[in-house]
Every structure is written in structure tokens, then in C-alpha cells.
């Protein structure tokens, strides 16, 4: 019998980061799916090398070895550089490398029984025979010359790129040129496109679907996100890892494909909070991407109108990590909106349309063009108030209110979820007159709508006001549904949170409106603003797209911005579509911070059942960090804890730090080093829930 190491999904936290020894007849490549005996279960694990695996190794003293309960039979092992992506994705986040790599797998490849599999992989084999003809693409357009200038960059040098393209300025042209070419390396090359959200482009899937489906084929061009069935994930994760797919679309979880060819990896909208993982390994697919390519001598694209600092600042010509590629003009050399800021401290008290943003959306509406009104802030009110005695509608469990749904009349936090009826009357004191403070994208759209009644469209009827968000399109298809309502024309306002900003090409939508984004201006989170800037540019983008559709209608597009700090220099770098001038002046006020990118952070988090016990774990890792003299250590500092913004969240109090370090290197080694002690010191804080490490947090 041969020991063999294999990874496996251990228990969060039970400190055994690395592979687990096993025993099997023969030498197993590394790479191979089996299923091996894990406390009274079976699961799946990955034949891992590591220093026990020349043959005839001797078990460590004194523990017994399982033997491998069977091998997946009629899968290629997966390939070295997966295995080195996994590796490094668990060491630089702080995870074990058996939890990330099999959270790297198709779910239902772990439940699979061997006949299943083998069940699916002949259908697969027959599905693989119908693949391309190898024609040329015939229905390319041509390229303008910045898109040109772009793809030749692209195709000649080894990046990264930076494409630093304006709404509208046709990147999605360059992605589409660059798969093309990465395609025509060699007849096995693999592209992987990730997009933040594939279900709010389901344009994009259709392009890619339409340029490339009579050069390889339907069957090699897949998705990969979690919206999709396990049947269907498993399918895609196949033809991916046999290399049957040349084209792989995904959102973030996409990033740990299989891809035994990979030559192009392209991360469009690469500034979106979406690539960041939240749960368990706390990974950003864009930085996972820049990662991969190199390491597997892929090229890698991101693009952005609005990029993220950290890349800006990488492509800027004297830091020179990436090559940045600019398209600064619209196709069709459209116009990008003008900026009308509207100082909310000169309209009439209480309105939360200003009469001439009322006036512009009616005037819009009765020549046949489309209106967008953005809110980050679904439901209809975010609490409910009683004047008499100053009850609020907190949620029981959390330190946040309930938001107020008008639609089927109940209290529901957005936090832990909870949900109840609304009171008749105030709980408190009895008072029936309780009334919404605030508003939500219910109340707005409910607003409009009666606001817009009396407004009349050229097809003569009565102006429509549309909702879209996160209670509107819960169903399968909902969304779908309702972005193709817009796309047809059968909506005159469309209102909703970030999810109608992002991405799509809306043809008749000439006029934008953000009503209330002031909170970012003044948020603790240093990241706050990048992020408005880019929500309002990209919201902005939505309008004016076609050209001719402009043209034809004698309309200019418009971005309106309701605020009461009409002064902020947020708002001078938008009206000049400045993101340049904006960058420039946020990475110096970070220089002058030593903030993110001129220093690398982490956070550790403590979730307990009392705030005392939260701060107590955390102060108590700090301490032994300092005592331990960790390596690393001289170069990190490690900030107090404190609690979070939203303190308690279903009856867990959270806590945490900050560990910041001028040098990523130095953090890592700290980070590596403290792990063991952060075992140690759960153990002796029993009133813990849980911890965890977020590194290159993208919120503080
Ligand atoms: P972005 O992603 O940069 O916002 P898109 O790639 O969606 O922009 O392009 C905007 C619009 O311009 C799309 O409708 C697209 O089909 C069109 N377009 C892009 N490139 C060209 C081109 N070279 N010639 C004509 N139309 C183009
Ligand atoms: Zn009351
Ligand atoms: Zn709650």
C-alpha cells in the first residue's frame, strides 16, 4: 500500500489546513478525483502532492491510515496549474486548501455516484461530435480605431491591460476580437470571459453566442454562475475541464474552472464589489485572474469605464504592473450625458422629485423616450415611526430596522431576513397613526406613477412606471422578463436600484436620475465614494447610447443628480465624465493615508453572542500576535477592534480589526504565522460563533 495525500473538505476551522494522508494498491496521479472515509462519511477528495508522496514513505507514528475508498474513473486528473491556482488562492486568503479546492468543484460532482458519471460523460462524448466547423466568423463588425488601436495591443504585447473604456465605447467589441484571436492560437485555446452578474446581461451571452457559435460550435461555449441548475453547473464544469468549451462565461466562481488550455482570461466591469467573494475563502476572481494568467501565460484583460484604484494606479505609466488602453469616445461618436445637479436645499420642503427633474422625465416621456430613476434602496419606506412615542420599526434580532413593504403589508429585515405583519397600531403605545419615514424604490415607483398619470406617449397612452430590484425579481426569469419589457419599449420609467445601472445597452433611454445618493458622500468606508462615482457614471452610461436614435429624436442625454452638497468635488469630477481627475484625486488622498493600494489590509473578524465576547477574542489574538513576535510582525500593525456598522445581525454580535501593512509580503507572513494562535484562542472563547480573516477586504 501507497500513502497518497489528499485534499479534502475538512470542517471550517479544524486547523488542518493541508492534504490528509491516505493509503492506496497503486500510485495515483496527482490531480485525481477519489472518494475516501472522513470521520463515519465518505467524500470526495484530490490526490495532492506534498512530501510524503515518494513511495514507500512510512505513515507518521502512530496514526492509521484509511485507504481511498475508490477513484472516479473516466476523468482526466485535474491539471498542475488548477491544482497551483487552488494552492495559492488557500494560502493568501487563509484557507485550507482541501475546503478551497473542493469548493472549487461542481457540488453535485461530490454527491455523483461512479455510474452517474459515467452516464454523463457519454452523453457528453455524443454531444461532442456536432462541435465547430472551423469557419471563419462572418459576422464581425468592423472595429472603430480606438477599438482597433485596443485589440492590437492586446494581440501583440503580454500585458495585463487595463481597457479604460467610456460607456458606450464598445469593449465588449474588444473582448469579442481578443477571444477571437486567443481562440486562433491553437485549436484546444480556452477563453474565459467574467462578467459581474450574468443574469443582468443576458445581452452579453447572446453576442458571445451570435460571433462565435459558427466557429466552435454551439456545445463549446458555456456558462458558469450560480443561478444555474447542479445538473446544468456539472455539464459546463465537464466540457470546461475536458476541453470540449473553448468559451467559458461566469461570474467570480467561474475563476476556479477547470481550463487545461486557457489563453485569455477577460474581466469585464472589473471594479465591480461582485468578484469579492463574502463567504468562506474570501477571494476576489480579479485578482485570482491577474494570478492565473501569469501564472499559466495567459494574456488578461479587465475592463472598466470606471476601474477600480488599485487597478488604476497599477496601470498608471509610472507604477507600469499593467499596460492601461484607452477608449475615451462613444460609438457612433454619441454624447455622453450632461450633468444636472440639483441642489435639494433650494426645492420646496419634502419633495423627493424636484419639480424640474418632474418636469424633464414628463417632457422625456411625451416625445417617446425613456427614463431611468435610480435608488439604492429597495421596499417602501426603511422604517416605520410612531410621532407619539418615538417607537421605531427595529428589527428584534438586529441592530437595523425593518424596511417597510407596502406591497403585501409587512416589516422585513434585509439583514437576517425576518419578516412580520404590519402593526395596526404602534406596539408601544398604542397610537394607530404610525407612519413610513424615508423612502424605497416601492415608494418612488408609487410616486412617479402618480406623478407621470396625467402624461400621455406619442403611442398615445398613458406613461408606464416600471420597477426593477431585488423583491421584483426574485423569480426564475423575472428579470429577464422585465429588461426585455424596457428593450421593447413598453416601459417609460424604469425604476430601481444599482441592478438597471449596470451593463445594459437600453437604446431609447435618454434621461438618468439619482434622487438620493448623498449617504456615500459621508460614509466611514474609505471606499465609499470610488464607488459612488462609479455607480453614478455607470448609471449615467445607460443614457444616450445610440447615436442615430439621439439624432433622429433631437435629444441630448442627461444624467440628474438630487443633492444637498451640490459643492462636493465628487460631483465637478462627474459633470466633466472626469474619472481621470477623480482618481487622481482620491489615490492622493490615500498616498497621504497610506490606504489601499499604498498599503495591503486585512481584516479578522469575531462573530459572538455578546459584543464583550466579539472585542474579547479579537484583543486576546492581538495580544498573543504581539507576545508571539510573529514574522512579519515589525512591518504590520494591528488596529483595536471594534464593532461593525451593523453591529448585530440575527442575534450574533459582530466584531472586528484591522491589520494593515505597507508590504504584502510582510502581511502574508504575519497572516501564515497568526493562524495557529487564532486556533488556540477560539478554543479558549467558548462564547465565540465564529471567526474568520478577510484579506484585501473590499469593505471596512
Ligand atoms: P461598452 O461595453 O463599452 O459600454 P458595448 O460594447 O456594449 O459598449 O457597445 C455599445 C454599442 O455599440 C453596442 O450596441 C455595440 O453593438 C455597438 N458597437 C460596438 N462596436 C461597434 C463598432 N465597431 N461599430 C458599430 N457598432 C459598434
Ligand atoms: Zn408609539
Ligand atoms: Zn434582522
Same mark, same amino acid.
Given at each position: 500500500?501507497?500513502?497518497?495525500?489528499?485534499?479534502?473538505?475538512?470542517?471550517?476551522?479544524?486547523?488542518?489546513?493541508?492534504?490528509?494522508?491516505?493509503?492506496?494498491?497503486?500510485?495515483?496521479?496527482?490531480?485525481?478525483?477519489?472518494?475516501?472515509?472522513?470521520?463515519?462519511?465518505?467524500?470526495?477528495?484530490?490526490?495532492?502532492?506534498?512530501?510524503?508522496?515518494?513511495?514507500?514513505?512510512?505513515?507518521?507514528?502512530?496514526?492509521?491510515?484509511?485507504?481511498?475508498?475508490?477513484?472516479?474513473?473516466?476523468?482526466?486528473?485535474?491539471?498542475?496549474?488548477?491544482?497551483?491556482?487552488?494552492?495559492?488562492?488557500?494560502?493568501?486568503?487563509?484557507?485550507?486548501?482541501?475546503?478551497?479546492?473542493?469548493?472549487?468543484?461542481?457540488?453535485?460532482?461530490?454527491?455523483?455516484?461512479?455510474?452517474?458519471?459515467?452516464?454523463?460523460?457519454?452523453?457528453?462524448? *455524443?454531444?461532442?461530435?456536432?462541435?465547430?466547423?472551423?469557419?471563419?466568423?462572418?459576422?464581425?463588425?468592423?472595429?472603430?480605431?480606438?477599438?482597433?488601436?485596443?485589440?492590437?495591443?492586446?494581440?501583440?504585447?503580454?500585458?495585463?491591460?487595463?481597457?479604460?473604456?467610456?460607456?458606450?465605447?464598445? *469593449?465588449?467589441?474588444?473582448?469579442?476580437?481578443?477571444?477571437?484571436?486567443?481562440?486562433?492560437?491553437?485549436?484546444?485555446?480556452?477563453?474565459?470571459?467574467?462578467?459581474?452578474?450574468?443574469?443582468?446581461?443576458?445581452?452579453?451571452?447572446?453576442?458571445?453566442?451570435?460571433?462565435?457559435?459558427?466557429?466552435?460550435?454551439?456545445?463549446?461555449?458555456?456558462?458558469?454562475?450560480?443561478?444555474?441548475?447542479?445538473?446544468?453547473?456539472?455539464?459546463?464544469?465537464?466540457?470546461?475541464?475536458?476541453?470540449?468549451?473553448?468559451?467559458? /462565461?461566469?461570474?467570480?466562481?467561474?475563476?476556479?474552472?477547470?481550463?487545461?488550455?486557457?489563453?485569455?482570461?477577460?474581466?469585464?466591469?472589473?471594479?465591480?464589489?461582485?468578484?469579492?467573494?463574502?463567504?468562506?475563502?474570501?477571494?476576489?476572481?480579479?485578482?485570482?485572474?491577474?494570478?492565473?494568467?501569469?501564472?499559466?501565460?495567459?494574456?488578461?484583460?479587465?475592463?472598466?469605464?470606471?476601474?477600480?484604484?488599485?487597478?488604476?494606479?497599477?496601470?498608471?505609466?509610472?507604477?507600469?504592473?499593467?499596460?492601461?488602453?484607452?477608449?475615451?469616445?462613444?460609438?457612433?461618436?454619441?454624447?455622453?450625458?450632461?450633468?444636472?445637479?440639483?441642489?435639494?436645499?433650494?426645492?420646496?420642503?419634502?419633495?423627493?422629485?424636484?419639480?424640474?427633474?418632474?418636469?424633464?422625465?414628463?417632457?422625456?416621456?411625451?416625445?417617446?423616450?425613456?427614463?431611468?430613476?435610480?435608488?439604492?434602496?429597495?421596499?417602501?419606506?426603511?422604517?416605520?415611526?410612531?410621532?407619539?412615542?418615538?417607537?421605531?420599526?427595529?428589527?428584534?434580532?438586529?441592530?437595523?430596522?425593518?424596511?417597510?413593504?407596502?406591497?403585501?403589508?409587512?416589516?422585513?429585515?434585509?439583514?437576517?431576513?425576518?419578516?412580520?405583519?404590519?402593526?395596526?397600531?404602534?406596539?408601544?403605545?398604542?397610537?394607530?397613526?404610525?407612519?413610513?419615514?424615508?423612502?424605497?424604490?416601492?415608494?418612488?415607483?408609487?410616486?412617479?406613477?402618480?406623478?407621470?398619470?396625467?402624461?400621455?406617449?406619442?403611442?398615445?397612452?398613458?406613461?408606464?412606471?416600471?420597477?426593477?430590484?431585488?423583491?421584483?425579481?426574485?423569480?426564475?426569469?423575472?428579470?429577464?422578463?422585465?429588461?426585455?419589457?424596457?428593450?421593447?419599449?413598453?416601459?417609460?420609467?424604469?425604476?430601481?436600484?444599482?441592478?438597471?445601472?449596470?451593463?445594459?445597452?437600453?437604446?431609447?433611454?435618454?434621461?438618468?436620475?439619482?434622487?438620493?445618493?448623498?449617504?456615500?458622500?459621508?460614509?466611514?468606508?474609505?471606499?465609499?465614494?470610488?464607488?459612488?462615482?462609479?455607480?453614478?457614471?455607470?448609471?449615467?452610461?445607460?443614457?444616450?447610447?445610440?447615436?442615430?436614435?439621439?439624432?433622429?429624436?433631437?435629444?441630448?442625454?442627461?444624467?440628474?443628480?438630487?443633492?444637498?452638497?451640490?459643492?462636493?468635488? /465628487?460631483?465637478?469630477?462627474?459633470?466633466?465624465?472626469?474619472?481621470?481627475?477623480?482618481?487622481?484625486?482620491?489615490?492622493?488622498?490615500?498616498?497621504?493615508?497610506?490606504?489601499?493600494?499604498?498599503?495591503?489590509?486585512?481584516?479578522?473578524?469575531?462573530?459572538?453572542?455578546?459584543?464583550?465576547?466579539?472585542?474579547?477574542?479579537?484583543?486576546?489574538?492581538?495580544?498573543?500576535?504581539?507576545?508571539?513576535?510573529?514574522?512579519?510582525?515589525?512591518?504590520?500593525?494591528?488596529?483595536?477592534?471594534?464593532?461593525?456598522?451593523?453591529?448585530?445581525?440575527?442575534?450574533?454580535?459582530?466584531?472586528?480589526?484591522?491589520?494593515?501593512?505597507?508590504?504584502?509580503?510582510?502581511?502574508?507572513?504575519? %497572516?501564515?504565522?497568526?493562524?495557529? %494562535?487564532?486556533?488556540?484562542?477560539?478554543?479558549?472563547? *467558548?462564547?465565540?460563533?465564529?471567526? /474568520?480573516?478577510?484579506?484585501?477586504?473590499?469593505?471596512?
Amino acid at each position: 500500500m501507497i500513502p497518497l495525500h489528499v485534499a479534502v473538505q475538512t470542517p471550517a476551522h479544524s486547523s488542518v489546513a493541508g492534504p490528509l494522508s491516505y493509503l492506496h494498491d497503486t500510485a495515483l496521479p496527482a490531480g485525481t478525483l477519489v472518494r475516501v472515509p472522513l470521520g463515519r462519511r465518505e467524500v470526495l477528495g484530490i490526490v495532492w502532492e506534498g512530501p510524503g508522496d515518494a513511495p514507500g514513505d512510512a505513515p507518521p507514528a502512530g496514526a492509521e491510515l484509511r485507504a481511498i475508498a475508490g477513484v472516479l474513473p473516466g476523468l482526466p486528473p485535474l491539471p498542475e496549474p488548477w491544482r497551483r491556482l487552488v494552492a495559492f488562492a488557500a494560502r493568501y486568503y487563509q484557507r485550507g486548501l482541501g475546503e478551497v479546492a473542493l469548493a472549487a468543484l461542481p457540488p453535485s460532482l461530490r454527491e455523483l455516484s461512479a455510474e452517474q458519471l459515467q452516464r454523463r460523460l457519454r452523453r457528453k462524448a *455524443k454531444t461532442a461530435g456536432e462541435a465547430g466547423t472551423g469557419q471563419a466568423v462572418s459576422n464581425s463588425i468592423a472595429l472603430t480605431a480606438e477599438q482597433a488601436s485596443a485589440a492590437g495591443q492586446i494581440d501583440a504585447e503580454p500585458g495585463p491591460f487595463l481597457l479604460f473604456g467610456s460607456t458606450g465605447s464598445g *469593449k465588449t467589441e474588444v473582448y469579442l476580437h481578443s477571444v477571437q484571436a486567443a481562440l486562433a492560437t491553437s485549436p484546444q485555446a480556452q477563453a474565459l470571459v467574467l462578467v459581474p452578474e450574468i443574469n443582468l446581461t443576458p445581452q452579453l451571452e447572446q453576442r458571445f453566442r451570435a460571433r462565435f457559435e459558427p466557429l466552435v460550435g454551439g456545445p463549446a461555449i458555456v456558462s458558469l454562475h450560480s443561478g444555474m441548475t447542479p445538473a446544468q453547473r456539472l455539464k459546463s464544469w465537464l466540457a470546461a475541464h475536458t476541453g470540449q468549451a473553448r468559451i467559458v /462565461l461566469g461570474t467570480r466562481m467561474a475563476i476556479f474552472a477547470s481550463l487545461p488550455h486557457l489563453a485569455l482570461i477577460v474581466v469585464d466591469e472589473e471594479h465591480d464589489a461582485s468578484y469579492k467573494q463574502q463567504e468562506g475563502a474570501r477571494y476576489s476572481a480579479r485578482d485570482l485572474a491577474l494570478w492565473r494568467a501569469r501564472d499559466c501565460g495567459a494574456r488578461v484583460v479587465l475592463g472598466s469605464a470606471t476601474p477600480s484604484l488599485e487597478s488604476w494606479h497599477a496601470s498608471d505609466p509610472a507604477v507600469g504592473r499593467y499596460r492601461r488602453l484607452a477608449m475615451p469616445s462613444r460609438i457612433g461618436a454619441a454624447a455622453l450625458p450632461r450633468l444636472r445637479l440639483i441642489d435639494m436645499g433650494q426645492q420646496p420642503r419634502r419633495a423627493v422629485f424636484a419639480p424640474p427633474l418632474i418636469a424633464a422625465i414628463t417632457e422625456r416621456v411625451e416625445k417617446g423616450e425613456q427614463c431611468l430613476v435610480l435608488l439604492n434602496r429597495r421596499g417602501f419606506a426603511p422604517v416605520l415611526h410612531c410621532h407619539a412615542c418615538g417607537w421605531k420599526s427595529d428589527c428584534p434580532h438586529c441592530s437595523a430596522a425593518q424596511v417597510f413593504h407596502k406591497i403585501d403589508r409587512t416589516l422585513r429585515c434585509h439583514h437576517c431576513g425576518c419578516s412580520a405583519p404590519v402593526p395596526r397600531a404602534c406596539p408601544s403605545c398604542g397610537n394607530p397613526d404610525i407612519a413610513p419615514v424615508g423612502r424605497g424604490t416601492e415608494q418612488l415607483q408609487e410616486q412617479l406613477a402618480a406623478l407621470l398619470r396625467n402624461v400621455i406617449t406619442p403611442e398615445r397612452r398613458a406613461a408606464r412606471v416600471a420597477r426593477i430590484d431585488a423583491d421584483t425579481t426574485r423569480a426564475k426569469g423575472a428579470l429577464e422578463e422585465q429588461l426585455a419589457a424596457v428593450h421593447a419599449g413598453a416601459v417609460d420609467v424604469l425604476v430601481g436600484t444599482q441592478m438597471v445601472a449596470k451593463g445594459h445597452d437600453f437604446r431609447r433611454v435618454t434621461l438618468v436620475a439619482a434622487v438620493q445618493p448623498d449617504s456615500a458622500l459621508f460614509s466611514s468606508d474609505f471606499r465609499a465614494p470610488e464607488r459612488l462615482f462609479a455607480l453614478l457614471m455607470q448609471a449615467a452610461g445607460r443614457a444616450g447610447r445610440d447615436a442615430h436614435y439621439m439624432a433622429a429624436q433631437q435629444s441630448a442625454p442627461e444624467l440628474w443628480v438630487q443633492t444637498w452638497h451640490p459643492g462636493h468635488p /465628487l460631483f465637478a469630477a462627474l459633470r466633466r465624465h472626469d474619472y481621470p481627475g477623480f482618481a487622481a484625486q482620491q489615490l492622493a488622498e490615500r498616498e497621504a493615508a497610506a490606504m489601499p493600494p499604498f498599503s495591503h489590509q486585512a481584516l479578522l473578524r469575531a462573530d459572538a453572542r455578546t459584543q464583550e465576547a466579539a472585542q474579547g477574542f479579537l484583543q486576546a489574538a492581538s495580544d498573543a500576535a504581539r507576545t508571539a513576535s510573529l514574522p512579519g510582525a515589525d512591518h504590520v500593525q494591528l488596529y483595536p477592534p471594534v464593532p461593525l456598522a451593523v453591529q448585530r445581525v440575527a442575534n450574533v454580535e459582530r466584531a472586528q480589526m484591522l491589520i494593515e501593512s505597507a508590504h504584502r509580503g510582510a502581511l502574508q507572513q504575519f %497572516l501564515a504565522a497568526w493562524q495557529p %494562535l487564532l486556533h488556540a484562542e477560539r478554543r479558549a472563547h *467558548k462564547g465565540l460563533v465564529r471567526w /474568520l480573516v478577510d484579506v484585501d477586504p473590499q469593505a471596512i
